[in-house]
T-cell receptor
Framework: AQKVTQAQTEISVVEKEDVTLDCVYE???????LFWYKQPPSGELVFLIR??????QNEISGRYSWNFQKSTSSFNFTITASQVVDSAVYFC????????????FGKGTKLSVKP | GAGVSQSPRYKVAKRGQDVALRCDPISGHVSLFWYQQALGQGPEFLTY????????KSGLPSDRFFAERPEGSVSTLKIQRTQQEDSAVYLC???????????????FGPGTRLTVL
């Protein structure tokens, strides 16, 4: 079965704190992609990153970084020095080899960054 | 910029009414997906089109749900005899590539929030 678990339902931090959002996935396929999307209050899903199953290099983009570990089936997302504008719901998603390309989403983590 | 657009943005229907939700994908995008997002949940896949062909409708929750993309561009999701459990945000996404893995990002529209009273 294909599944994405985001165990943290809500996280609240104070501005400038670092925060890590956890994502654990399940798939039997050896070829798959993992994604993170941001959903601000406006509702539109904004693409943040894609990782394929053969590339375990960590990635950094400004204040954002991602840690992909196949050994633990995890793809965690860290925001450094959080800002109020980071407040949103963040979704981790999986696209596996047997699919038509549709994404399997976790339930999301609601991040609130307070000034 | 010409992103994915959806209309209407909000729809209120009385139980039993039929509704039609429209999606305008990015021009030239081959693949089109519909997702349903219940309150407090992640989006769930409904159906997939490659051009005008509906290749996967495994996520449609009942035969009251019907989708079409007759000319391979605009798509309509129709829900007949709406029920309260159909209340959700319906998201449309498009991507450039056809079936198969590859760096074919899905670009999402703003969604249609359907409320069934």
């Amino acid at each position: 079965a294909q599944k994405v678990t985001q165990a943290q339902t809500e996280i609240s931090v104070v501005e400038k704190e670092d925060v890590t959002l956890d994502c654990v996935y399940e798939t039997r396929d050896t070829t798959y992609y993992l994604f993170w999307y941001k959903q601000p209050p406006s509702g539109e899903l904004v693409f943040l990153i894609r990782r394929n199953s053969f590339d375990e290099q960590n990635e950094i983009s400004g204040r954002y970084s991602w840690n992909f570990q196949k050994s633990t089936s995890s793809f965690n997302f860290t925001i450094t020095a959080s800002q109020v504008v980071d407040s949103a719901v963040y979704f981790c998603a999986l696209r596996y080899g047997g699919s038509q390309g549709n994404l399997i989403f976790g339930k999301g983590t609601k991040l609130s960054v307070k000034p | 910029g010409a992103g994915v657009s959806q209309s209407p943005r909000y729809k209120v229907a009385k139980r039993g009414q039929d509704v039609a939700l429209r999606c305008d994908p990015i021009s030239g995008h081959v693949s089109l997906f519909w997702y349903q997002q219940a309150l407090g949940q992640g989006p769930e896949f409904l159906t997939y089109f490659q051009n005008e062909a509906q290749l996967d409708k495994s996520g449609l929750p009942s035969d009251r749900f019907f989708a079409e993309r007759p000319e391979g561009s605009v798509s309509t999701l129709k829900i007949q005899r709406t029920q309260q459990e159909d209340s959700a945000v319906y998201l449309c996404a498009s991507s450039l590539a056809s079936k198969g893995l590859g760096p074919n990002e899905q670009f999402f529209g703003p969604g249609t929030r359907l409320t069934v009273l």
